[in-house]
């Protein structure tokens, strides 16, 4: 169930971040209070994750994946580039959460 909970929060931070740009610097009051809404609720389902995962996995994961898929939004629908540096930072930061997670990232 803890998992769900950090897929929860995943998606709710990718939601929140892939509207950052219509909030207009936060000057535009719906985009804004449905941002602010949506990373509300991810921090409320990471904290219910970390009662059962390790925060530092919990965290590692929840920001290396929200880091992987925004690239990835940004590159298929808000036409920003690619680049190999990106695509190399992406798999470092996919190394650094298996990592975590093979020295002991287990559940408690």
């Not at 990718?14 to 219509?22: E, H, N, P, V, W």
């Not at 804004?32 to 609720?41: D, E, F, I, N, Q």
């Amino acid at each position: 169930m803890h998992y769900l909970f950090l897929a929860g929060a995943i998606a709710a931070e990718l939601f929140a971040t892939s509207l950052m740009k219509s909030t207009e610097g936060f000057t535009r009051l719906w985009p804004t209070l449905t941002v602010l809404a949506a990373y509300g609720t991810s921090f409320v389902l990471l904290s219910q994750a970390v009662k059962q995962i390790e925060v530092g996995v919990a965290y590692a994961i929840w920001s290396g994946v929200g880091t992987a898929a925004i690239v990835a939004i940004g590159a298929a629908f808000l036409g920003e580039p690619l680049t190999a540096v990106k695509v190399g930072g992406i798999a470092l930061i996919i190394a650094g959460v298996v990592v975590l997670n093979l020295t002991g990232g287990g559940s408690h």
